[in-house]
């Protein structure tokens, strides 16, 4: 399989104006083959199990920033960071299980298997720092972040038994979407008051929410049953202040 990574950056200062950035990519397409042999004797029938996964997965990920600081004046500096990251595995396999009994073929299953899971972030960030006087400051942030999950998953299992007799195929379909978004803000204020002590004092506030719905889903008569036993859907709100 291939891999190959690339990145680039830049940065660039002029007067009171500094710009810098960067932004890297790569790519993973390493195919790796599974061989699994077991042998079990239970009250004197052997059962064997040879399994074979060809699987071929590819992993893409997009890292990419850019930020900018501005000195307003002397005393005052104001800053702007954007980043985010795309992280994108797709997979697909095709297993082949073949169970035996005191050495005969028993049953043979055939599995495809299709599997995407793909992570995005981005994270916004706005700060500012202000001198009031030598040794006293004040500094503001607020921090917006955004993740989302988006995990499909499909399986496709064949049955035969014995090896070359047909019974059945169960298809099966998964889904997991989880976004997730935090607002972080904060005031900060710094006095120094002699060498030996300090003075500080701050406030911030923390607000989260995150959801995950996952299902299970049945190929049954021409159709897609949902299976509630596998299916969910949650939700968490967090606030924070402090």
Do not use: C
């Not at 104006?17 to 932004?23: A, I, S, T």
């Not at 003075?199 to 996952?214: H, I, Q």
Request: hydrophobic share 30%; net charge neutral; proline share 3%.
């Amino acid at each position: 399989g291939m891999i190959t990574t690339n990145s680039i950056n830049l940065n660039y200062r002029r007067n009171k104006f500094n710009l810098f950035g960067d932004y890297s990519m790569g790519i993973d397409g390493r195919r790796p083959l599974f061989k699994n042999y077991r042998r079990v004797v239970d009250q004197g029938v052997v059962q064997e199990l040879n399994t074979v996964s060809d699987r071929h997965p590819t992993r893409y990920t997009h890292n990419a920033r850019i930020g900018v600081d501005y000195q307003v004046n002397k005393k005052t500096m104001v800053g702007f960071l954007a980043s985010g990251y795309i992280n994108r595995y797709d997979m697909h396999e095709n297993i082949t299980t073949q169970l035996y009994t005191d050495s005969q073929k028993d049953t043979l299953i055939l599995i495809s298997n299709k599997e995407v899971n793909n992570w995005q972030h981005a994270k916004f960030n706005l700060n500012l720092q202000h001198t009031i006087r030598p040794g006293e400051m004040l500094s503001f942030d607020v921090d917006y972040l955004i993740y989302d999950n988006d995990q499909p998953f499909t399986y496709e299992n064949d049955y035969y038994k014995p090896a070359d007799n047909f019974l059945f195929t169960e298809n099966v379909r998964t889904s997991k979407k989880t976004p997730i978004w935090f607002w972080v803000g904060k005031a900060d204020y710094t006095k120094n008051i002699n060498d030996k002590t300090s003075l500080e004092a701050g406030v911030k506030a923390t607000f989260s929410r995150f959801d995950n719905d996952v299902s299970v889903e049945r190929s049954q008569n021409n159709g897609w049953q949902t299976d509630p036993l596998y299916t969910s859907s949650a939700t968490l709100k967090e606030n924070i202040t402090a």
